[in-house]
């Protein structure tokens, strides 16, 4: 007994390091490290239709292969046309482990796009798009990585990192109805936009748009454990629900789909601005909201019955 103790102890040990790294999604040094590629000067503010933007898609194409998430259509790329220009939305998926509910579909999206140039400040032009929205790309890659190594979700879920959202919600409006015309079994869509800094003044961690259209706020705090998903008085004010990706989804389907953020525009002062850099951005709190969300997400594929709906 006295000699096999101490190898129980090291199993152990090795065993929680284990059941920890697949608990958490992310890490702090890992989204800084993502953001910080996207919302580079290299990439010139990635707006939809440049070589630049392009640079971002290969990573993120890149990354979802690194995880072992497959493409959803036959490439990665999902392309569509904007008068001249073309865009592309970068579509994957993690099939579901559940042979019945794997035919339904949760869609966990962001735009990867920015506005590539902003007013001049101090001979910087571009507008990197840290906050908006290299810091929700960071969130569904960061998921797609968490769920293509725990394999925890019944439903299937489609990981979408959306081109042309500033030019109109554009790649979203595209794929929404191309999913519907196949028919996609959809349940819900999260979508998520700026999560790069940290809520003032709530107790909670990040805000739903659309509160009110369903009970989603509700039961992401139930499969939580507690409140940590609210309201934004001012998004509602600006209708900030019709105002990103989730609201195509919405429009094409009437299903609840929301974003998530944690940015309503009175707690960042560079929205759209050349100073959305990704060093003004919280990765200590980014790193905790995508950490909670994972396993929610995992709730959200795998209750029996569908738990959100619209009121
Ligand atoms: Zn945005």
Redesign the pocket.
């Known amino acids: 007994m006295k000699k096999i103790y101490p190898l129980l102890l090291l199993v152990l040990v090795i065993n929680c390091k284990r059941a920890d790294r697949l608990l958490l999604a992310t890490t702090e040094s890992e989204v800084r490290e993502m953001v910080s590629f996207l919302a580079s000067d290299n990439l010139k503010g990635r707006n939809t239709g440049t070589p630049e933007i392009d640079k971002a898609a290969k990573y993120i194409e890149e990354n979802f292969k690194s995880y072992g998430i497959k493409p959803y259509f036959e490439g990665y790329l999902d392309e569509f046309e904007i008068d001249s220009l073309k865009g592309y939305n970068v579509v994957g998926v993690m099939e579901g482990q559940d042979p019945k509910l794997k035919k339904e579909y949760v869609i966990l999206g962001?735009?990867y796009d920015?506005i590539g140039y902003g007013n001049k400040v101090a001979q910087d032009s571009i507008a990197n798009?840290a906050n908006?929205?290299a810091s929700?790309t960071a969130a569904v890659l960061t998921l797609a990585k968490y769920f293509a190594e725990t394999r925890n979700n019944k439903r299937s879920i489609i990981f979408v990192l959306f081109s042309a959202?500033?030019k109109g919600l554009l790649g979203s409006e595209h794929l929404a109805q191309k999913l519907k015309q196949e028919n996609c079994n959809l349940y819900t869509m999260f979508n998520f936009?700026?999560i790069g800094v940290p809520l003032v003044g709530r107790d909670y961690d990040v805000f739903v748009t659309g509160y009110d259209k369903s009970n989603v706020a509700k039961q992401l705090n139930t499969y939580h454990g507690s409140k940590w998903v609210g309201v934004s008085e001012v998004a509602k004010k600006h209708n900030l629900f019709r105002?990103?990706d989730n609201y195509p989804f919405y429009q094409e389907f009437n299903l609840p789909s929301h974003t998530l953020s944690s940015c309503d525009l009175t707690n960042y002062d560079f929205y759209h601005k050349v100073g959305d850099e990704a060093q003004r951005l919280d990765y200590n709190y980014m790193a905790n909201i995508i950490n909670k969300m994972a396993p929610v997400i995992a709730s959200v594929c795998n209750t029996p019955v569908r738990e959100i709906k619209l009121n």
């Open positions: 962001a735009h920015h798009g908006d929205n929700g959202e500033e936009e700026m105002a990103s």
